[in-house]
């Protein structure tokens, strides 16, 4: 019986910050596959689970999380993995997982789906020009931060960097591209190489959509 059960698809950048923390962390857990795409999240019996309708949900036991955010701050006190090393480091963690909440995966994840996942007759070549540009002064923000630095904050990597990097792993176009951008490149190298490191779409389960494999 596993320790943790994490409700989550492959193509969730929010669910993959939650994987990766249970894999790299070497924790006992399980992927329940929730079929997005078939429009589970929205259906009655999913709402049960998760009244706003997305992923992930974490169960561990007796409790029920939701949201990327508040699950990995479980983990960490939990469990004691990528905690950051003293008070002014968990206030710099936390600034970035916030600013990583409204700067950075979710101009990265909307951007993304209106250009890889949303049907072409749907798609608004002026929207998805702003949205390029919000991506665009995101990934400047983080690649400057990066620059003489090994981790998003201290001397190991902490839930900023599995915050801000998990969206960036994925192949999907949404005007990231990793060699104009060195200092998020490396960074990334540097997360790939941690012990039980796994791509997204290796680590979660989730039925291919076309251009995702």
């Known amino acids: 019986m596993t320790d943790y059960t994490l409700y989550c698809f492959a193509q969730s950048g929010h669910s993959y910050k939650v994987a990766s923390y249970l894999n790299l962390a070497g924790l006992h857990w399980s992927p329940r596959f ?67 909440n409204h700067k950075g995966s979710s101009q990265f994840g909307t951007t993304r789906f209106m250009l890889n996942f949303l049907p072409e007759k749907h798609r608004n070549e002026a929207v998805n ?5 919000r991506c665009k002064a995101a990934l400047t923000i983080l690649n400057d931060h990066l620059n003489g630095r090994d981790w998003m904050v201290g001397s190991a990597p902490t839930l900023a960097d599995l915050c801000c990097s998990s969206y960036l792993f994925y192949p999907e176009p949404f005007g990231f591209e990793r060699a104009n951008l060195p200092h998020i490149d490396a960074w990334l190298t540097r997360l790939e190489a941690l012990p039980n490191w796994q791509h ?14």
């Open 34 to 100: 929730v079929d997005f795409f078939a429009g589970e999240a929205r259906s009655p019996e999913y709402r049960q689970i998760n009244s706003m309708g997305e992923c992930p949900v974490l169960v561990h036991g007796d409790v029920k999380l939701s949201q990327s955010g508040v699950i990995l701050e479980y983990l960490v006190k939990e469990t004691g993995h990528f905690a950051p090393e003293n008070a002014e480091d968990a206030r710099e963690v936390l600034r970035w997982v916030l600013w990583d």
């Open 200 to 213: 997204p779409y290796d680590l979660m389960p989730g039925h291919p959509l076309p251009g995702t494999a």
């Open 129 to 133: 020009s702003f949205l390029l540009g």
